[in-house]
């Protein structure tokens, strides 16, 4: 299981910032150390654990890239038409063992054989034919339209290199170099709930002061799509004792423990109480809008992450916060978020200090990316997100935004591909 130093997380600062936090976590998490093999048919978006080197060339011989006819170059004149005997055909999967001598041409079809001799190929729709022959025009390169073993990759080079999150070209690539299995590091394991007195599952009834909990919805579903191994463990309700033993039992066999609410500093957020029983819990206020408040710690050798209650701030902060952190654990590379120019067509005041992130709709006018700011801010207005198509990012040192500035933006798209 990876494992925590148990004071890498420490920060006694007023507020911690983004980079650092994610430094943090990427320095300080150990990477889960089991491999296993898995079926190519089964290892989409499973991190390769070791360098994968290609054990033969792609291609792995001289073929055709069109259909036409296959020629010696040095038969063609260089001006006006050259008629050459046609002898044979080849096609993809067979091979066409004499070879061309001078004066002749092969009929050849896409991804079949260069036959010996031959080093060019004619695209048929730019030849002519009788029964027995084929003319060619002049001007063609040597080389034109064939492809030669190795130039995709060559046996020995490196194919995909350790710690990358398998994508369906990836796979692509390992079956046509002939691989059935991959070694791959195991899933990251990490036990899910939610906290309150308040929170009731979808599907029940609902009491005038409570709320369907929508978190862990999301949260599993954020996993699931980065392929993590999510354990379900449900609505603990505000109880110091039950939060310690279910946080106790969860450390024993996961890799990240994940909560949301409890994590502030109210007298009825037992959160933190139940964690400093069994391990450390050093509270973060991170320089972020929405979710300042969000918990990291260590029990008994597994991470511990707890987030905000507002379902917002559980999507931002587990932007940056879980998915960094499941990514070093699980051995991936972390690659930064993808950000896109764009030009506000809002009015916006922030407090210097801190990283604010909008929701926002993009729309293209005459090619340039325009983001409207949805009009709800609230960090539990879960329809801000699904009306909208991605986030704005506002630096720190932002304090304005005023219409026709350049700002980042994120679309919810390229946010956990």
Same mark, same amino acid.
């Given at each position: 299981?990876?494992?925590?130093?148990?004071?890498?997380?420490?920060?006694?600062?007023?507020?911690?910032?983004?980079?650092?936090?994610?430094?943090?976590?990427?320095?300080?998490?150990?990477?889960?150390?089991?491999?296993?093999?898995?079926?190519?048919?089964?290892?989409?978006?499973?991190?390769?654990?070791?360098?994968?080197?290609?054990?033969?060339?792609?291609?792995?011989?001289?073929?055709?890239?069109?259909?036409?006819?296959?020629?010696?170059?040095?038969?063609?004149?260089?001006?006006?038409?050259?008629?050459?005997?046609?002898?044979?055909?080849?096609?993809?999967?067979?091979?066409?063992?004499?070879?061309?001598?001078?004066?002749?041409?092969?009929?050849?079809?896409?991804?079949?054989?260069?036959?010996?001799?031959?080093?060019?190929?004619?695209?048929?729709?730019?030849?002519?034919?009788?029964?027995?022959?084929?003319?060619?025009?002049?001007?063609?390169?040597?080389?034109?339209?064939?492809?030669?073993?190795?130039?995709?990759?060559?046996?020995?080079?490196?194919?995909?290199?350790?710690?990358?999150?398998?994508?369906?070209?990836?796979?692509?690539?390992?079956?046509?170099?002939?691989?059935?299995?991959?070694?791959?590091?195991?899933?990251?394991?990490?036990?899910?709930?939610?906290?309150?007195?308040?929170?009731?599952?979808?599907?029940?009834?609902?009491?005038?002061?409570?709320?369907?909990?929508?978190?862990?919805?999301?949260?599993?579903?954020?996993?699931?799509?980065?392929?993590?191994?999510?354990?379900?463990?449900?609505?603990?309700?505000?109880?110091?004792?039950?939060?310690?033993?279910?946080?106790?039992?969860?450390?024993?066999?996961?890799?990240?423990?994940?909560?949301?609410?409890?994590?502030?500093?109210?007298?009825?957020?037992? #959160? @933190?109480?139940? *964690?400093? %029983? &069994?391990?450390?819990?050093?509270?973060?206020? +991170? $320089?972020?809008? =929405?979710? !300042?408040?969000?918990?990291?710690?260590?029990?008994?050798?597994?991470?511990?992450?707890?987030?905000?209650?507002?379902?917002?701030?559980?999507?931002?902060?587990?932007?940056?916060? #879980? @998915?960094?952190? *499941?990514? %070093? &654990?699980?051995?991936?590379?972390?690659?930064? +978020? $993808?950000?896109? =120019?764009? !030009?506000?067509?809002?009015?916006?005041?922030?407090?210097?200090?801190?990283?604010?992130?909008?929701?926002?709709?993009?729309?293209?006018?005459?090619?340039?990316?325009?983001?409207?700011?949805?009009?709800?801010?609230?960090?539990?207005?879960?329809?801000?997100?699904?009306?909208?198509?991605?986030?704005?990012?506002?630096?720190?040192?932002?304090?304005?935004?005023?219409?026709?500035?350049?700002?980042?933006?994120?679309?919810?798209?390229?946010?956990?591909?």
């Amino acid at each position: 299981m990876a494992q925590l130093s148990d004071d890498c997380f420490a920060f006694n600062g007023p507020l911690l910032p983004i980079e650092k936090a994610e430094r943090m976590m990427t320095e300080q998490v150990d990477v889960v150390s089991e491999c296993e093999n898995v079926r190519l048919a089964d290892a989409m978006g499973r991190v390769l654990a070791a360098d994968l080197l290609a054990p033969i060339s792609l291609p792995a011989f001289d073929n055709s890239a069109v259909d036409g006819y296959a020629v010696r170059h040095a038969d063609i004149a260089t001006s006006g038409e050259t008629r050459l005997s046609i002898v044979g055909r080849v096609t993809a999967g067979a091979e066409y063992a004499a070879g061309l001598r001078a004066g002749e041409a092969l009929r050849i079809f896409t991804g079949a054989p260069m036959p010996q001799g031959a080093d060019t190929i004619y695209m048929q729709e730019d030849c002519s034919c009788d029964d027995t022959s084929v003319y060619v025009p002049a001007g063609l390169k040597r080389g034109a339209n064939r492809r030669l073993a190795g130039e995709d990759i060559a046996a020995g080079d490196l194919a995909i290199t350790a710690g990358q999150r398998l994508t369906p070209a990836h796979i692509a690539l390992a079956a046509a170099i002939g691989l059935d299995h991959l070694g791959v590091r195991r899933r990251v394991r990490v036990a899910l709930f939610s906290t309150g007195d308040e929170i009731v599952e979808p599907g029940q009834p609902l009491s005038p002061a409570a709320l369907y909990d929508s978190n862990r919805y999301l949260l599993r579903s954020l996993l699931e799509r980065m392929g993590i191994e999510v354990n379900d463990l449900g609505i603990l309700k505000d109880d110091p004792s039950a939060l310690a033993d279910a946080l106790d039992k969860a450390a024993a066999n996961h890799d990240l423990i994940l909560t949301t609410g409890g994590v502030s500093t109210g007298e009825a957020d037992h #959160v @933190r109480t139940a *964690v400093e %029983r &069994l391990g450390r819990l050093v509270f973060w206020r +991170l $320089a972020i809008k =929405p979710g !300042r408040p969000v918990a990291m710690g260590v029990i008994r050798g597994a991470a511990f992450t707890g987030l905000p209650g507002n379902p917002v701030a559980v999507f931002v902060t587990f932007i940056h916060v #879980v @998915r960094p952190l *499941v990514l %070093r &654990l699980a051995g991936a590379k972390i690659e930064p +978020l $993808a950000r896109f =120019p764009a !030009r506000a067509t809002f009015h916006y005041k922030k407090k210097s200090g801190r990283r604010e992130y909008l929701r926002v709709t993009a729309r293209f006018v005459n090619g340039i990316a325009e983001v409207d700011n949805y009009p709800v801010e609230g960090a539990g207005v879960l329809t801000s997100i699904t009306r909208t198509t991605g986030l704005v990012e506002l630096l720190d040192d932002v304090t304005q935004i005023e219409p026709g500035t350049n700002v980042d933006y994120l679309p919810y798209s390229s946010l956990f591909g």
